[in-house]
T-cell receptor
Framework: KAGVTQTPRYLIKTRGQQVTLSCSPI?????VSWYQQTPGQGLQFLFE???????NKGNFPGRFSGRQFSNSRSEMNVSTLELGDSALYLC??????????????FGPGTRLTVL | AQTVTQSQPEMSVQEAETVTLSCTYD???????LFWYKQPPSRQMILVIR??????QNATENRFSVNFQKAAKSFSLKISDSQLGDTAMYFC??????????FGKGTRLHILP
């Protein structure tokens, strides 16, 4: 099976712009989670989608949003970019993400730089 | 709220040695899952090993094993016969059911030739 893919791999934006990142989960996986990774804060959970519905949400401002499509592909959007949004954004998928504690499989990430 | 603490920001060991990475967590839950993930330099994060809290037996995957002490809320990772390819950032993580996964800050491990 193909792994989790994320596009684009690198992005450079300027403050105030918006950006959309894409994640394609492993075939058959229905849960997609997004994380922000920075040197200072480490890995922080953004949100999780399951069957096109947001199931869990982290403590990020409303500028960060996401969605999931019927084929389980997911996108996250960041509006009005700030310098502090520069980070590696990781997507992870799992079969169900339910009470069984599914293992999450990570994509390579999208490196976002905000100038 | 659950927290995960990795007290060793960085470690270095010689190739072929055994190294142990520490992780403690705080939770009031009884059923949960613990993970060690590895993130090599500029490469994808991959699962090293997972442990279900209801299992008393420590998980093992080839050269990787854990010491799970539920009462002490400790979950250390032991890497035996370390190899150069083990150089990476290692993250300890906690998950309760279908709730979000919580990561520690990570331990940067250098395997020296």
């Amino acid at each position: 099976k193909a792994g989790v893919t994320q596009t684009p791999r690198y992005l450079i934006k300027t403050r105030g712009q918006q950006v959309t990142l894409s994640c394609s989960p492993i075939s058959g996986h229905r849960s997609v989670s997004w994380y922000q990774q920075t040197p200072g804060q480490g890995l922080q959970f953004l949100f999780e989608y399951f069957s096109e519905t947001q199931r869990n949400k982290g403590n990020f401002p409303g500028r960060f949003s996401g969605r999931q499509f019927s084929n389980s592909r997911s996108e996250m959007n960041v509006s009005t970019l700030e310098l502090g949004d520069s980070a590696l954004y990781l997507c992870a998928s799992s079969p169900e993400g339910g009470p069984g504690g599914d293992t999450q499989y990570f994509g390579p990430g999208t490196r976002l730089t905000v100038l | 709220a659950q927290t995960v603490t990795q007290s060793q920001p960085e470690m270095s060991v010689q190739e072929a040695e055994t190294v142990t990475l520490s992780c403690t967590y705080d939770t009031s839950e009884n059923n949960y899952y613990l993970f060690w993930y590895k993130q090599p330099p500029s490469r994808q994060m991959i699962l090293v090993i997972r442990q279900e809290a209801y299992k008393q037996q420590n998980a093992t995957e080839n050269r990787f094993s854990v010491n799970f002490q539920k009462a002490a809320k400790s979950f250390s990772l032991k890497i035996s016969d370390s190899q150069l390819g083990d150089t990476a950032m290692y993250f300890c993580a906690f998950m309760k059911g279908n709730d979000k996964i919580i990561f520690g800050k990570g331990t940067r491990l250098h395997i020296l030739p």
